[in-house]
């Protein structure tokens, strides 16, 4: 069983950045592969980026590259998102998620077992 509580989301102006934290429980998190998700209002659970479990690797959605970095600190059982040149289709709450299984599989919602509750963020242009 592991808890997740993301915190870092917030209101601010496009081209600004923002640092999401991701906070897990147990002594088992280097044993999962890490994902952020956002979700818009009346949208989909969208990926946004992931990293392998010693951070070796990563991906991201292609309209977060180049802007946002994934990183983890298995010694902290925490796992970032940092999120620089803002734009205001970021807008969303941001999901943090574990899931044991394949990293191949990291982009996919439905191969995460954990989630987080989400954090806001809102991006004014």
């Known amino acids: 069983q592991v808890q997740l509580v993301e915190s870092g989301g917030g209101l601010v102006q496009a081209g600004d950045s923002l640092r999401l934290s991701c906070a897990a429980s147990?002594?088992?998190?280097?044993?999962?592969?890490m994902g952020w998700f956002r979700q818009a209002p009346g949208k989909e659970r969208d990926f946004v980026a992931a990293?392998?479990?010693?951070?070796?690797?990563?991906n991201y959605a292609d309209s977060v590259k180049g802007r946002f970095t994934i990183s983890r600190d298995n010694a902290k059982n925490t796992v970032y998102l940092q999120m620089n040149n803002l734009k205001a289709e970021d807008t969303a709450v941001y999901y943090c998620?574990?899931?044991?299984?394949?990293?191949?599989?990291?982009?996919?919602?439905?191969?995460?077992?954990?989630w987080g509750q989400g954090t806001q963020v809102t991006v004014s242009s």
């Open positions: 998620a574990a899931t044991p299984g394949s990293y191949s599989g990291s982009y996919s919602p439905q191969n995460y077992r954990y």
């Open positions: 990293i392998s479990r010693r951070g070796g690797s990563t």
């Open positions: 147990g002594r088992t998190f280097s044993t999962y592969v």
